[in-house]
């Protein structure tokens, strides 16, 4: 599986970004997208299941994130809204080969690289 993400950049606080994760390869299950801020551990930011579209959000986020997918064009997307300073980091897509309730970070085995995203105050 072959992620490729995009879509990162600056913008102020209050603005808005979407995030563009063009997948390939086989097929998987579970998509997400996570973050690393300077000096943080890597944390979900959200994900879903692939083909059911049960979504799961951090509690930071929630509200103004938004996960979806085009299954036509196998791509994920992350609609951030209200971005605030602390969403600064730099944002990974992740995928799974298997979907279950409570998945965690560790059963993403398939990443993108990164992309920066920096929300100026």
């Known amino acids: 599986v072959q992620l490729q993400a995009s879509g990162g950049g600056l913008v102020q606080a209050g603005g808005s970004l979407r995030l563009s994760c063009a997948t390939s390869?086989?097929?998987?299950?579970?998509v997400g997208w996570f973050r690393r801020a300077p000096g943080k551990e890597r944390e979900l930011v959200a994900i879903?299941?692939?083909?059911?579209?049960?979504?799961t959000y951090a509690d930071s986020v929630k509200g103004r994130f938004t996960i979806s997918r085009d299954n036509l064009n196998n791509t994920v997307y992350l609609r951030m809204n209200s971005l605030k300073p602390e969403d600064t980091a730099v944002y990974y897509c992740?995928?799974?080969?298997?979907?279950?309730?409570?998945?965690?970070?560790?059963?993403?085995?398939?990443w993108g690289q990164g992309t920066q995203v920096t929300v100026s105050s």
């Open positions: 390869g086989r097929t998987v299950s579970g």
């Open positions: 879903m299941n692939w083909r059911g579209g049960t979504k």
């Open positions: 992740a995928a799974s080969s298997t979907w279950f309730s409570g998945i965690k970070e560790r059963d993403f085995t398939y």
